[in-house]
């Protein structure tokens, strides 16, 4: 190994990238196109539209993200499979393993690091 | 209707009147509040001493490294980070500074946070995990480590160290006129006897430094965690009880309306809106675009992400840290209240100080145990950034000027060594600096610290994606923008007090447009940055290498570092081994 530049990752397919991209675009552009919402009425339990529009935004983003973070573990995983050589049946098993902490996520990596 | 909401804004402002300050400013010492503030500050200067102790090896007692002093070891997870985050963005001054805009001018000037905190997120999903992965490989401790390395720039990576330091004093200096807000509300700030005043403030600070010398990193981040039960006791009960309270939160925006719609006698104009008007539009989204670029530029806002394990744990982070957002949403809206509640916020000197909004609201409508609490909560949420931001800053020192320019070969321990002292010194400079200027000096330095951050953005998250820009171009950009920044900001004068740095909105240049100013100076640096790479490049200046690889941007945590790979083999650790025999 005189080379230090291992790859850490097989190759890239487009589209998970591309469905994730647009999610956090969506994210970060809403909120911002202020004509949309710079209004008062309607009001929810008195509070006007601009208010509690952009309190909505946080859930709707939070989701946003969230999807694009399973899209992109997915592939992400799928990547580092791919160059440790590992077979799919491995990968199968571990994305079915759990979701949440980060010693699941590392498991798969740690798997294809022992091998 | 209007009648009904006459009486109960009088019978609000005769309360307040009862418990609040008289008409030179002195108040009472609220002694029930202030025994509990006392007491909450106690346990969390214990928990700070205790955190040396925390997750740390006997053998790594006294934390001699810079990976475990200044970044709590690099192995904190998805709800340590949740903490440590919150605790570092969400910081005393929001608390006191967002609703206390929302009181004084509206919407523009306040509730622009929201959208800003709601946009951080993506953008720290999208940058932050690739800063982590290049981090974690080659040992980076800092924002201006990483330019350091993908330029081979010393000078760029001390333009970006700098940046950092200098924008982020004014910034702990903010965090103690928070506390200066909850000590003047418990009746602590006297005009009488500056230095009896002051000296809460000095005891609050002296017991900060010693336990983040002590603790490190590790100490914000345990300290956080209580921070945030209490902050977030206090915002749930205040939002349960208090629009009900004040008649509904229609009559509360009604009240806001009124108040704010009236003129203005420093400028003939409003004092703000309760929803903005056109003009104000791309002030609004700019304001909320450029801060969110501009956080995570800081350098404690790096801390908090390099000290995470994985690179996932920040992509999780992203998801659950918008909670805040909400919270941050409903302590804006507090400052309506106050509207509603007539809070009189009159500081020790007699003046009206709209800092003060939101802790004497607490005072004014609670008992005095739970405004205890809440002001504690302030108190404690200013203790947590500042720990960071002092961390963040010496870090820097350390880093890219001690070690870079003055001793390139000192030892992990003479860097642990050299930052801890620093961390001290840059507490004390933020301590004289509240001591011995006036706040609005200190809201002033912290306005351009963040145009100037912001002007990092393009070295740092460029280099995230691409080796594109030449590192003097990106020099010439970062200078252009500070400068621009700092003249445009100079240019804004405060109507009321004629005084330089009177906002950070001006028109955009050779427009009318007013935008927020951090974003101006950004496209200025963005283009500059790209012109000069052109003409360099046509000119076929060399540049110098990179000594990060493409592999390198998407490393996870059990990818080995750099070093280790260099080594014909790479060592396995044996904690990874056992997790790998446990998985199969």
């Known amino acids: 190994m005189s080379d230090p530049d291992i790859p850490t990752r097989g190759p890239a397919k487009p589209v998970p990238y591309v469905i994730a991209g647009i999610l956090i675009a969506i994210a970060i552009i809403m909120p911002l196109i202020v004509p949309l919402y710079a209004f008062a009425e309607p009001t929810l339990w008195g509070m006007p539209f601009f208010y509690w529009y952009q309190l909505l935004w946080v859930f709707i983003a939070s989701g946003l993200l969230g999807i694009a973070y399973l899209i992109m573990r997915k592939e992400d995983r799928r990547r580092r499979q791919a160059v440790r050589g590992a077979g799919p049946q491995a990968a199968t098993a571990q994305t079915s393993a759990g979701d949440g902490d980060g010693a699941n996520g590392t498991g798969t990596d740690t798997e294809g690091d022992a091998r | ?584």
């Open chain 2, 1 to 584: 209707m209007t009648a009904h909401l006459l009486s109960l804004a009088a019978s609000a402002g005769h309360l307040a009147a009862a418990t609040g300050p008289d008409a030179h400013g002195n108040r009472p010492v609220n002694w029930v509040a202030l025994i509990v503030v006392i007491v909450l500050f106690v346990v969390v200067a214990v928990i700070g001493f205790l955190a040396s102790r925390w997750r740390t090896d006997p053998s790594a007692r006294g934390l001699h490294t810079l990976d475990e002093w200044g970044l709590g070891g690099r192995g904190f997870g998805t709800w340590i980070t949740w903490f440590l985050l919150g605790g570092d963005l969400y910081t005393a001054y929001t608390f006191v500074a967002v609703p206390a805009a929302m009181w004084a001018s509206g919407a523009v000037s306040g509730f622009f946070a929201v959208p800003y905190t709601i946009v951080l997120y993506p953008i720290v999903f999208l940058l932050m995990s690739r800063l982590w992965s290049v981090s974690h490989r080659h040992g980076y401790v800092t924002p201006a480590d990483f330019v350091g390395g993908r330029y081979g720039s010393r000078w760029l990576s001390v333009a970006v160290a700098v940046t950092g330091i200098v924008a982020t004093m004014p910034y702990i200096a903010l965090q103690l006129v928070g506390i200066k807000a909850v000590l003047t509300v418990l009746g602590l700030g006297s005009n009488t006897n500056p230095f009896m005043a002051d000296l809460p403030l000095i005891i609050a600070f002296v017991v900060l430094a010693a336990y983040t010398y002590t603790g490190g990193l590790r100490a914000p981040a345990l300290i956080a965690i209580v921070k945030d039960i209490l902050i977030y006791i206090a915002i749930i009960v205040a939002i349960a009880y208090l629009p009900a309270h004040f008649g509904g939160w229609e009559n509360i925006f009604g009240a806001a309306d009124k108040k704010l719609s009236a003129t203005n006698p420093a400028t003939g104009s409003p004092f703000g809106a309760v929803i903005p008007g056109a003009a104000s539009f791309n002030a609004y989204w700019t304001l909320a675009l450029g801060s969110a670029m501009a956080l995570f530029m800081y350098p404690h806002s790096v801390t908090g992400v390099l000290s995470t394990k994985s690179r996932n744990t920040i992509r999780r982070n992203a998801m659950v840290l918008p909670l805040y957002s909400l919270m941050l949403g409903f302590l804006a809206l507090l400052g309506y209240v106050a509207i509603k509640a007539g809070t009189q916020p009159i500081d020790t000197n007699g003046a009206i100080n709209a800092q003060l909004v939101v802790p004497q609201l607490f005072l004014d409508s609670f008992p005095s145990w739970f405004s205890g609490i809440a002001l504690a909560a302030i108190a404690i949420g200013a203790l947590v950034p500042a720990a960071i931001m002092s961390i963040a800053a010496s870090n820097l020192f350390t880093r890219n000027i001690y070690k870079d320019l003055f001793k390139k070969n000192a030892t992990p321990k003479q860097e642990a060594n050299v930052s801890k002292l620093v961390s001290l010194i840059v507490k004390v400079g933020a301590l004289v600096f509240v001591l011995g200027m006036d706040q609005s000096s200190a809201i002033n330095l912290q306005l351009l610290g963040g145009i100037w951050i912001l002007q990092t953005f393009p070295s740092i998250v460029a280099g995230l994606y691409t080796r594109w820009f030449n590192k003097w171009a990106l020099l010439a950009g970062w200078a252009a923008g500070i400068l621009y920044g700092t003249i445009a900001a100079y240019n804004v004068v405060n109507p009321a007090t004629h005084a330089h740095f009177g906002g950070s909105i001006a028109a955009f240049p050779f427009t009318s447009v007013p935008v927020y100013i951090g974003i101006s100076a950004f496209v200025i640096n963005a283009v500059i940055a790209t012109v000069v790479t052109l003409v360099l490049r046509a000119f076929k200046v060399k540049d110098t290498t990179d000594s990060t690889r493409p592999s390198d941007y998407g490393a996870d945590e059990n990818d080995p570092k750099v070093a280790a790979a260099e080594q014909s083999q790479p060592p396995l650790d044996p904690e990874l081994d056992g997790r790998g025999t446990r998985v199969s």
